[in-house]
């Protein structure tokens, strides 16, 4: 299984960037689909995630402000993250797990924003 993540980069804060990761190889049907993110100095930690069937989670400090999404007939998951702030500047990584010994992770994306 690979996982291909793209669309970080800098804005301003206020404003908006959508990140893509693609997942490739054998993928079992039922999974969670996820985004991460790890900032400077901190332990990574759980952004949103999206279990197949449509079960959603966000953390309290996007809720609001980012939307998870997945492309099923891609096996593609999107974050759009809206009224971005400076404490979202992190590494983003993309994760997609069914089983303890299924646990794949995309190379991380960074996303800087600017005050």
Known sequence: VQLQASGGGLVHAGGSLRLSCAASGSIF???VMGWYRQAPG?????VAR????????YAESVKGRFTISRDYDKN???????NLKPEDTAVYYCNLWWS???????????VTVSS
């Open 50 to 57: 999206e279990l197949s069937g449509g079960d959603i989670y």
């Open 42 to 46: 901190k332990p990574r930690e759980l």
């Open 29 to 31: 049907e039922i999974n």
């Open 100 to 110: 303890i010994s299924e646990d794949h992770w995309g190379q991380g994306t960074q």
């Open 76 to 82: 593609t998951i999107y974050l759009q993250m809206d």
